[in-house]
């Protein structure tokens, strides 16, 4: 399986995160790309290639013109207020106030976000901008040469990037940018399957109102987990998109056995929607060692997981998304990709 690789994730090197009440280091680190980078290698999974730039037009078809602009200069802007820390935002549109957009750095981070935790940092949006070249590169060898998986090694992740919102370590949507391509390069129907732990609240954001692309996710319950505001189960999409969404939510301790039946369901009604291709948001979060997560998925159950995709026959876009434990982080992605070439 050929892997789609930058090294400019690193621009995305960001100091700080809020997590429980605290600045930490955050969970979502350049060294995570690294370690399932070298795992590829060891495992010589196949050839790694560079991506090509496919310009801002692949975003702008999905993400708000406003919101782009605003991730393009939100550094800049942020750092010449003298601020000395890094973009965080403080301060959101909530329940009953104005939904006009303020013209200050620091109105506009809370307009444009939907949490907390992730701070932009210099270099952000750089290597936002490449991560969806990652992923809009094997799109293409997909399609173009004809193959039957492709890993696109995708950092920053995207499934929480929303139509104008970044949050969750996400800012553009890489999972969704590559459908939508695929959409435009004569794809009718496709199918977007995210077992990412958490929900991933912006791809269903941006397909909801839509009948051309499935989505289908299995996370932690919004109950108790993050995105706390999205995905649950009566969340089935809007007008022509009713009955194209689907959501798992599962309970803290939830095992492979439970997680396993409910991918199995998904398969099926992906099979029925008769989807040419598949574009997987693929986190492992759900490994039972993950520091921010509450599954109990074994190393071993990605090889599984990876076998039971690839019994739908269809070309696969694995699009990297999450998955904070380092150490195994290399061996459970690689298991799911050698799981599918079986
Ligand atoms: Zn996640």
């Known amino acids: 399986m050929i892997t789609v ?15 429980g009440g ?35 037009d692949p975003v702008l078809a999905l993400h708000d013109a406003g919101f782009v602009e605003f991730l393009q200069n939100a550094w800049d802007e942020w750092s010449q207020t003298g601020f ?13 106030m104005s939904h006009r957009i303020p013209e200050f750095i620091e109105g506009k981070v809370g307009y444009y976000s939907m949490s907390s935790e992730t701070s932009i940092s210099k270099g952000t949006w750089e290597a936002a901008d490449v991560s969806k070249d990652v992923a809009l590169t094997g799109a293409e060898l997909l ?27 996400c800012f553009l949507n890489n999972a969704a940018i590559s459908a939508q391509w695929f959409r435009d390069n004569g794809i009718e129907k496709v199918c977007i399957l995210d077992i990412d732990f958490h ?8 397909f ?17 987990a993050f995105p706390h505001f999205s995905g649950y189960q009566d969340e089935t999409g809007h007008n022509a ?25 998904s398969l099926e009604k992906i099979e029925s929607f008769e989807t040419e291709i598949i574009v997987v948001s693929l986190g492992v979060d759900t490994f039972e060692k993950d520091p921010i997560s509450f599954f109990k998925l074994k190393s071993g159950d990605f090889l599984s997981i990876g076998k039971l995709i690839a019994e739908l026959e269809l070309p696969t876009l694995f699009v990297m998304e999450g998955g904070y434990n380092i150490n195994e982080l290399g061996v459970n992605v690689v298991n799911v990709l050698q799981g599918f070439e079986g």
Not at 241 to 265: H, I, V, Y
């Open 5 to 19: 690789f930058s090294d400019k994730h690193r621009l995305r090197n960001a100091k700080t995160e809020l997590y």
């Open 22 to 56: 605290q600045l930490v280091a955050p969970f979502e680190s350049p060294s995570r790309a690294d370690i399932v980078l070298e795992r590829v290698k060891s495992e010589k999974l196949g050839e790694v290639i560079e991506p090509q730039d496919f310009g801002i």
């Open 143 to 169: 399609l173009k040469r004809d193959q039957k998986g492709v890993f696109s090694l995708c950092r920053p992740p995207g499934h929480h990037a929303a139509l104008d919102m970044f949050g969750g370590y």
């Open 84 to 96: 000395e820390g890094e973009a965080i935002p403080t301060c959101w549109p909530a329940r009953r």
């Open 208 to 224: 909801y109102e839509r009948e051309d692309v499935l989505y289908i996710s299995l996370h932690g319950h919004p109950r108790d």
């Open 241 to 265: 998109g009713e009955g194209a969404t689907f959501n798992w939510p599962m309970s803290p301790g939830t095992q492979f056995g439970k997680w396993c039946d409910c991918l199995k369901e």
């Open 199 to 206: 929900h991933g609240n912006g791809t269903q954001d941006i």
